[in-house]
């Protein structure tokens, strides 16, 4: 524990910060007045941890041409440049592709133990039902916890997420790089999301709301690399291995060449 002393002394007292090393997100700050030991006690975190998921494309593979499964074991890019710009605003992220690591007991516990305050969840038009899937699990078992959901499908039918899945909360439309980001901020600070442009919610009464709509796009020169955060989102030996086993990560599957 170390002690700061913020140098905020006056006539009405001052204040003193205490953070925590083992957890580099939490802060206690203290206000002290001469003649009163301790008036009061704010604990908060300088950022928010954020889920991010990519919903599973290869769910109905064979229903698809082994060329578009072959395809759908690219690494989840775009959420790794939402987790690049969320991470140079100070927060804490972790990618899940659940290609890789599928909805299960041990998943639940993991991400319940990494106790995020906003999840978000990527989907494309052959992962909506997935992605349905992966939200009500979560809100299941984080049932406070904001869900929003992007991705190319969303970004054509908007609403729809919103009518469908009642786990979802938020959706997002467009380049979701520096939404993501005004989004988690506003979240954390309690500001309302309507301030945010490009979104999808639900209003007091239930009824589905957009904030004002905006045509802005990232500036590819100043947007950061795609960010390996923690989590199995870039695992590419995983990946490797499930394109070689026909998208299955543990264990053959009718795509194997013998040859290989």
Known sequence: MIFDRAGLE???????????????????????KPGRFDISLTVQRSCLRVLLLFANTLADRKKRTSKATRVGILPPLGLGYIAAVLQESGHEVKIVDTRLDGWSPELAKEIQEFDPGVVGISIFVISEIE?????????????????VMGGPQVGYFPRA?????PAVDITVQGEGEYIMRDLVNALQNGRPVD???????????G??????PSQRVPDLETLPFPARAPGKGFDFRAMLKAAISGARPHGPGPLCAGSL
């Open 207 to 212: 009824a589905i709301t957009a904030s004002p």
């Open 10 to 32: 006056s006539a009405e007292g001052f204040r003193v910060s205490i953070d925590f090393p083992d957890d580099e997100h939490a802060a206690v700050t203290r206000f002290y």
């Open 131 to 147: 992605g349905y899937n992966l939200a009500t699990n979560i809100k299941s078992i984080l049932p406070h916890v904001p869900i």
């Open 161 to 165: 997420p919103l009518e469908r899945c």
């Open 195 to 205: 301030a945010v442009p490009n979104v999808y919610f639900r209003n007091t009464s």
